[in-house]
């Protein structure tokens, strides 16, 4: 639960930094960063309440990840439309795998963190799809940014899920 508040404040902050950059960058692809936006504060907020009831502090990787996710969507912002669903794209499909495999290992020993996981799939889900469908298959920088969000996403997991 703690890796997973903390990835939500960082994908709350990629999508803050993306949707300055693509004012001027991707102009069409705001408002629907916008709506992620919103999808990813209300899914901090579930976290933060349930680490709340249950009398624990954020992860230590809290504010790496949000500073982290600044940085990464000031850089792809700044590369436009396909550097900005790459990116979408590529965290999703990491974060998907990860709710998952929560999902199977908790479905027996905690209904609360099964409920919370569970209310947020299908908006990560929806973020993963409707990036994948602006991205040109076989994109140079697609394919770069896939590779190296994919590695670093997998990385602050699972680092996150040691300390």
């Known amino acids: 639960m703690k890796v997973d ?7 709350v902050n990629i999508y803050a930094a993306q949707i300055f950059m693509a004012r001027f960058t991707a102009p069409a692809l705001v408002r629907e960063l916008l709506e992620f ?6 899914h901090r907020s579930l976290f933060s309440a349930e680490l709340q009831r249950r009398g624990l502090r954020r992860c ?8 982290g996710g600044f940085i990464l969507g000031l850089f792809t912002g700044l590369l436009g439309v396909q550097a900005i669903s790459a990116t979408t794209a590529s965290v999703e499909r990491v974060v998907l ?3 998952q495999d929560q999902l199977i290992s ?6 609360a963190a099964v409920a919370v996981i569970s209310k947020i799939v299908a908006e990560e889900q929806q973020h993963h799809d409707q990036s994948l469908s602006h991205l040109i298959p076989d994109h140079i920088l697609s394919n770069v940014i896939n590779r190296i969000v994919t590695i670093s996403t997998e990385s602050v997991i699972w680092i996150g899920m040691r300390t």
């Open 5 to 11: 508040h903390a990835g939500e404040h960082g994908a």
């Open 37 to 42: 936006k919103s999808h990813e504060e209300k």
């Open 97 to 99: 795998k990860h709710l």
């Open 106 to 111: 908790l479905a027996s020993t905690d209904d």
């Open 60 to 67: 230590r990787s809290y504010w790496f990840c949000g500073v």
